[in-house]
């Protein structure tokens, strides 16, 4: 976190939605607090996006609470969740002189293109792996923890199997907005006695392309809050590997990482097709 001295308008927007989160702790709230005393902007920024989630929240809670609500009716809630928050950064990013707009053809969608934004995601992933958050799953196979995220995500999770390390745990997690896939590993030390090495996975959603992260087997390697951050994606599914490994030990473990097996498919054929369906229990 910044000094209460210099913080700016532009540092306090990496921080907006984990500060609105409440994940901060009380002497980073003081921080972030000093500065929406002194700035009325920030501080019209901080009220109006806390009102604007309570309203979806509620709305949400009250559409499904103690009903059987269909599964489009959540989805739709979600969505319209994220694209008020997709809304809200492209507002503020629209105000700022150094943003860039362009057009995209195919969807006529506005679009605020920074250079910072790369950078706010590995930000964002170091600083949530820096806090050695507790895990929700211990341990276990890759396939236990793909299938722990099943229903807790609305994006599917894929662990990667990565050569000469431990599978530790994972949880629910955040980056900056995008609800994450936390996995966590420990490569075994090279020398004896030597303590493992941490290394924590985001993965989370990017349909939208909003992301800059190439597919493998090209990987895009950063630096952050004293970590390195490698960045890659799976169609619609970005991963962020934060470590303190360097980079060369970075780009061979992703190389030289296991592909899992394919899951069997359901074969469907005419008899199939023919067969009937019983409703009853």
Same mark, same amino acid.
């Given at each position: 976190?910044?000094?209460?001295s ?11 939605y ?8 009380? %002497?980073?709230r003081? %921080? ?5 005393s ?12 806390a009102?604007?989630?309570?309203a ?18 959540? #989805?739709g ?9 997709r ?10 002189? #150094? ?17 910072e ?5 590995m930000?964002?992933a #170091?600083?949530?792996?820096a806090?050695?958050?507790?895990? %929700? +799953? #211990?341990?276990?196979?890759?396939e236990?923890? %793909?299938?722990?995220f ?8 894929q662990v ?7 599978l530790s745990?994972?949880? +629910? ?8 896939a $936390? ?33 493998l087997?090209?990987?895009?390697? =950063?630096?952050?809050? =004293? $970590? ?8 619609? +599914?970005? $991963?962020?590997?934060v470590?303190?490994?360097d980079?060369?030990? +970075?780009?061979r473990?992703?190389a ?20 009937p369906?019983?409703?009853e229990?």
């Open positions: 976190m910044p000094s209460t210099t913080m700016t308008c532009q540092e306090l927007e990496k921080f907006l984990p500060y609105l989160d409440g994940e901060f702790q009380p %002497e980073e003081l %921080e972030v607090e000093a500065h929406l002194r700035c009325p902007a920030c501080a019209q920024r901080v009220h109006e996006e009102r604007m989630q309570q979806l929240r509620r709305a949400a809670r009250e559409a499904v609470e103690g009903t059987r609500a269909p599964a489009s009716l959540r #989805a809630l979600r969505e319209g969740l994220r694209r008020e928050q809304r809200t950064r492209q507002w503020q990013w629209a105000r700022a002189s #150094a943003a860039a707009l362009v057009v995209v053809a195919s969807g006529g969608v506005w679009m605020a293109l920074q250079p934004q790369h950078q706010r995601f930000e964002d #170091a600083r949530r792996h806090r050695k958050l507790p895990v %929700e +799953i #211990a341990g276990g196979s890759h236990n923890v %793909e299938a722990w099943d229903g807790k995500l609305d994006h599917r999770v990667p199997r990565l050569p000469n390390v431990r745990g994972a949880r +629910i997690s955040n980056v900056t907005d995008r609800p994450a $936390y996995i966590s590993y420990e490569r075994t030390p090279e020398a004896e006695g030597a303590p493992a090495r941490r290394i924590g996975l985001f993965v989370f959603d990017d349909s939208h392309r909003e992301v800059e992260a190439p597919p087997p090209s990987v895009q390697v =950063g630096s952050s809050l =004293g $970590y390195n951050v490698a960045v890659w994606r799976d169609q619609e +599914i970005v $991963y962020e590997l470590t303190d490994l980079e060369t030990d +970075i780009r473990m992703l030289e990482q296991k592909l899992p097996a394919p899951r069997p498919s359901r074969p469907v054929g005419p008899d199939v097709r023919a067969m369906v019983s409703l229990h």
